[in-house]
């Protein structure tokens, strides 16, 4: 496979190098990237409209997405949108005031949409045209308890601290799961008491493919779980198949965005840590001031023999925030 997709966004040139993630990036971008010739061409650059974010400053980035035949299913921070590809016409748009912080969008077999709404620690589920059909608190909690039906949260910059931060949902049949970054681990919203831990640090990512979920963690590891008895088979610390490969030590960046080609090899996304920003959620970074900075890039690795067999940068594309690959190949032509 040579043609990729990639979701993030570009960041501003900032007079002060510790300016608020929700602040931090001027563009949400889609690029197509070439992965043989190393060149890739810009298919979208959005910026929210005023009615669905904070204010003039906020950030504008695409989060993580799913790809469905020639329907590509994307988020903002507060809006779904559905794209026609390779057209990139966009077809859908939803943006709904529980809306904050949206991290990942997932359709349904039914036709109905999810959305992991990050800063309310909850998973709506709602039709195209924007009906709610469905709210979860991914605690267990009430959807309300700590939030109110009468805030536009479109409009609220931030609701940090999060208890749970939940980041990917995904479907294992009719069920409906979600990761949970705080609680390191998955867990099933529609048949409570399933789970699968994520025990070795905070996951991102929760892609089925196949009989397998693969998780990214942000500290650089692929946890791989087994989707029938809900159990973690393999780790693969993408760290160490680095010191034993460059035999130095390197800061991959924060991991997110995972791809498998097929058993062996999977792309993943990395984005360049802003050393400056420890506020939160960082604390796997150890070693940052005495580690090699890598920029945001993409590496294919053979998660079998344990090496990286290519690594490309993004940031020469204006890309300085990765959240998703997908697979441009599968996508019927017109």
């Known amino acids: 496979m040579s043609l990729l997709y990639l979701l993030g966004g570009r960041q501003r040139k900032l007079l002060f190098t510790d300016e608020d993630e929700s602040r931090l990036y001027e563009a949400a971008l889609i ?30 980035v695409f989060k993580s997405a799913t790809l469905v035949g020639n329907k590509f299913y994307t988020c903002t921070s507060t809006e779904a949108l559905i794209f026609d590809v390779p057209s990139f016409k966009r077809i859908g748009y939803v943006s709904l005031p529980c809306f904050n912080d949206l991290h990942h969008i997932a359709p349904a077999p ?43 949260y479109r ?25 949970r970054f705080s609680q390191r681990d998955a867990i099933c919203l529609t048949h409570p008491g399933k789970r699968i831990g994520i025990d070795v640090q905070r996951p991102h990512d929760g892609l089925v493919c196949g009989d397998r ?39 991959l960046g924060w991991c997110r965005g995972v791809l498998p080609l097929d058993e062996r090899r999977a792309w993943v996304g990395f984005t360049r840590v802003r050393k400056t920003k420890f506020k939160e959620n ?53």
């Open 31 to 60: 690029l197509r990237l070439d992965t043989e010739t190393g060149t890739a061409t810009l298919e979208v650059e959005y910026k929210s409209p005023p009615e669905a974010r904070a204010s003039e400053e906020s950030s504008h």
């Open 110 to 152: 039914d036709g109905s949409l999810f959305v992991a709404s990050t800063g309310l620690d909850m998973v709506v589920k709602f039709t195209p045209t924007g009906q709610v059909l469905e709210q979860w608190n991914v605690l267990g909690e009430n959807p309300w308890s700590r939030f109110s039906r009468d805030v536009d």
């Open 155 to 179: 409009r609220v910059e931030s609701t940090k601290p999060h208890q749970s931060h939940p980041n990917a949902v995904f479907h294992l049949g009719d069920e409906v799961w979600v990761t």
């Open 213 to 251: 979920i693969y998780f990214t963690t942000v500290d650089g590891r692929i946890v791989i779980a087994d989707r029938s008895r809900l159990e973690v088979e393999r780790i693969v610390d993408l760290n160490e198949v680095h010191r034993a490969q460059d035999r130095e030590d390197s800061l």
């Open 282 to 334: 960082v604390l796997w970074i150890k070693h940052a001031f005495k580690s090699k900075e890598r920029s945001t890039h993409l590496g294919l690795y053979d998660i079998v023999e344990g090496k990286c067999l290519q690594e490309i940068d993004l940031e020469q594309f204006g890309m300085s925030v990765i959240f998703g690959i997908y697979n441009m190949e599968l996508i019927p032509r017109v």
